[in-house]
């Protein structure tokens, strides 16, 4: 079978999927056969969901593109390119419905984006088929450490985390998807994902330690596991920690 080659030059986020020698700077990979660009970018390492444009010889193509003997492609994350400000402006307009699933290893990351408000479904017992098929049938995105699962020709929409630290996790996400502007704390359950509901101390009274119910005025129910919030440690931390991200924006 015929020897064939491209050069590659992968930009920004996408280098860090990268070996040393190749990141910032067009080198030439070696294939056989015919494949496409997508079939060769993942087999260098970087997983599809990750790719927001490609062009080939300064032509805009597809996943499907049939490369071709010393094609020039190059490869651009989302967010590249694109100014503070109007990462700032999408941030503003950013999807109010959007939705994440993550993988067993991210459960803190989880409970951090509850505690901002968003909409993430956890459970360790998942596999990886499990947390494809959920993303596909509810319009997930997977967060995921797991590159191969991203890979996965069933996944849409995915981001590879790069931290290992949650405090860091969650502002790769908030960044990722301009996501400042949609930060509403106590909005979710911790437990079991759903909405809170605001409800009277008064019919909580016996079910809180009276320490609790003495010191705090608003008090939180979650309909689905019955379980009961109020404005603790957790809630002023996310504050200090939200009024930090808008000083930096």
């Known amino acids: 079978m015929l020897k064939h080659q491209a050069f590659f030059h992968f930009f920004g986020s996408l280098n860090d999927f990268l070996s040393d020698e190749k990141k910032g700077q067009s080198f030439v990979y070696n294939f056989k056969g015919i494949a496409s660009v997508k079939n060769l970018f993942e087999?260098?390492?970087?997983?599809?969901?990750?790719?927001?444009?490609?062009?080939?010889?300064?032509?805009?193509?597809?996943?499907?593109?049939?490369?071709?003997?010393?094609?020039?492609?190059?490869?651009?994350?989302?967010?590249?390119?694109?100014?503070?400000?109007?990462?700032s402006l999408l941030s503003i307009f950013a999807s109010i419905k959007i939705k994440f699933i993550i993988d067993v290893h991210l459960g803190k990351l989880g409970k951090y984006l509850k505690l901002c408000g968003f909409d993430v479904l956890y459970n360790w017992k998942w596999d990886d088929d499990e947390i494809i098929k959920l993303a596909s049938s509810q319009n997930r995105i997977i967060l995921t450490h797991d590159i191969g699962l991203l890979k996965n020709k069933k996944v849409i929409?995915?981001?590879?985390?790069?931290?290992?630290?949650?405090?860091?996790?969650?502002?790769?996400?908030?960044?990722?998807?301009?996501?400042?502007?949609?930060?509403?704390?106590?909005?979710?359950?911790?437990?079991?994902?759903?909405?809170?509901?605001?409800?009277?101390?008064?019919?909580?009274?016996?079910?809180?330690?009276?320490?609790?119910?003495?010191?705090?005025?608003?008090?939180?129910?979650?309909?689905?596991?019955?379980?009961?919030?109020?404005?603790?440690?957790?809630?002023?931390?996310?504050?200090?920690?939200?009024?930090?991200?808008?000083?930096k924006y």
């Not at 390492?45 to 094609?71: L, S």
């Not at 437990?191 to 909580?204: A, D, G, M, V, Y």
């Not at 309909?223 to 009024?243: A, D, P, Q, T």
């Open 157 to 247: 929409k995915g981001y590879w985390i790069r931290s290992q630290y949650p405090d860091e996790q969650i502002i790769e996400v908030i960044e990722r998807y301009h996501l400042l502007s949609k930060i509403k704390p106590f909005k979710r359950c911790l437990h079991c994902n759903n909405i809170l509901i605001k409800i009277p101390k008064s019919k909580i009274k016996d079910k809180i330690p009276l320490m609790i119910y003495r010191k705090y005025k608003l008090f939180f129910f979650c309909l689905k596991c019955n379980k009961i919030y109020w404005r603790g440690s957790h809630y002023y931390n996310m504050k200090k920690f939200i009024k930090r991200l808008k000083i």
């Open 43 to 87: 087999a260098i390492g970087v997983p599809h969901p990750e790719i927001r444009k490609i062009t080939v010889n300064n032509r805009k193509k597809d996943f499907i593109y049939k490369v071709k003997d010393n094609d020039l492609i190059k490869l651009c994350p989302f967010n590249y390119g694109i100014n503070k400000f109007f990462l």
